[in-house]
């Protein structure tokens, strides 16, 4: 899943906030550009399996939950900063990120990352890799021996490969194969990547009541079974 990188400067904007859930509104920020886990659908709305799977951890919860979209790279100081209250984006629970925002439990296990190239020979051990910026897609990518090439978001990654500027692109499985599927062009590798310590959502270090909460409801979907329905569904990894 995705990692964002930040530097200890972006600390600085942490001060001290009120309670997320004091407010009568809960926003639950996300990308929206990264399905199946969160895209916008037809109607402008944010659709996915965190939308579906986040509103039920809302309704278990019994919060009032709104959904705002904010781009990949700004997505954690823009919860540090208060404008909005939980991120439900596709987000890897990382001890790098673990310095600066909480975690709840994790909803989904790890999924494998792959390659998509336009060839089976593509030259994944040293040829240009592309990724999104601030994944651990990236970060695996520049500790391979592999030339990085990053991209803002995700869509760019894949252009790269279909216009030349890269061989391949690494990305979550789950993401990259509703692509292949679409476009006889593209080819999913038989290499796969296992990084990322499982999904979670992203909140403030001052909300731990709010966490907590969460918490209970993750919980509660799992040994309903509710989340391996969803899980299921979306085709976004492993079930519990």
Same mark, same amino acid.
């Not at 909803?107 to 990724?131: E, F, K, N």
């Given at each position: 899943?995705?990692?964002?990188?930040?530097?200890?400067?972006?600390?600085?904007?942490?001060?001290?906030?009120?309670?997320?859930?004091?407010?009568?509104?809960?926003?639950?920020?996300?990308?929206?550009?990264?399905?199946?886990?969160?895209?916008?659908?037809?109607?402008?709305?944010?659709?996915?399996?965190?939308?579906?799977?986040?509103?039920?951890?809302?309704?278990?919860?019994?919060?009032?939950?709104?959904?705002?979209?904010?781009?990949?790279?700004?997505?954690?100081?823009?919860?540090?900063?208060?404008?909005?209250?939980?991120?439900?984006?596709?987000?890897?629970?990382?001890?790098?990120?673990?310095?600066?925002?909480?975690?709840? %439990? /994790?909803?989904?296990?790890?999924?494998?990352?792959?390659? !998509?190239?336009?060839? @089976? +020979? &593509? =030259?994944?051990?040293?040829?240009?890799?592309?990724?999104?910026?601030?994944?651990?897609?990236?970060?695996?990518?520049?500790?391979?021996?592999?030339?990085?090439?990053?991209?803002?978001?995700?869509?760019?990654?894949?252009?790269?490969?279909?216009?030349? %500027? /890269?061989?391949?692109?690494?990305?979550?499985?789950?993401? !990259?194969?509703?692509? @292949? +599927? &679409? =476009?006889?062009?593209?080819?999913?590798?038989?290499?796969?990547?296992?990084?990322?310590?499982?999904?979670?959502?992203?909140?403030?270090?001052?909300?731990?009541?709010?966490?907590?909460?969460?918490?209970?409801?993750?919980?509660?979907?799992?040994?309903?079974?509710?989340?391996?329905?969803?899980?299921?569904?979306?085709?976004?990894?492993?079930?519990?």
């Amino acid at each position: 899943m995705k990692n964002l990188i930040l530097s200890t400067a972006a600390l600085a904007v942490t001060a001290t906030f009120a309670v997320a859930d004091a407010h009568s509104v809960v926003r639950m920020g996300t990308e929206g550009a990264y399905p199946p886990y969160n895209f916008l659908n037809d109607a402008g709305e944010v659709d996915g399996f965190e939308r579906e799977l986040g509103d039920e951890l809302c309704a278990r919860a019994e919060l009032t939950c709104e959904w705002v979209t904010n781009e990949w790279d700004s997505i954690i100081p823009n919860l540090v900063s208060g404008n909005y209250d939980v991120i439900m984006a596709g987000m890897s629970i990382t001890d790098e990120r673990d310095e600066v925002i909480d975690f709840s %439990e /994790a909803y989904t296990q790890p999924d494998p990352s792959a390659y !998509l190239a336009l060839s @089976a +020979d &593509a =030259d994944i051990a040293g040829g240009v890799i592309a990724a999104q910026a601030g994944t651990i897609q990236a970060s695996h990518v520049a500790s391979s021996g592999a030339t990085l090439l990053e991209f803002a978001t995700p869509d760019e990654t894949v252009a790269a490969v279909k216009n030349g %500027e /890269a061989d391949a692109v690494l990305a979550d499985k789950s993401f !990259l194969m509703p692509i @292949a +599927d &679409a =476009d006889p062009d593209l080819v999913m590798l038989d290499q796969q990547e296992l990084i990322g310590g499982g999904v979670g959502l992203g909140l403030r270090e001052s909300d731990g009541e709010l966490r907590e909460k969460f918490n209970a409801a993750i919980m509660s979907v799992k040994e309903d079974g509710t989340l391996n329905e969803l899980i299921a569904k979306w085709e976004v990894g492993e079930q519990f």
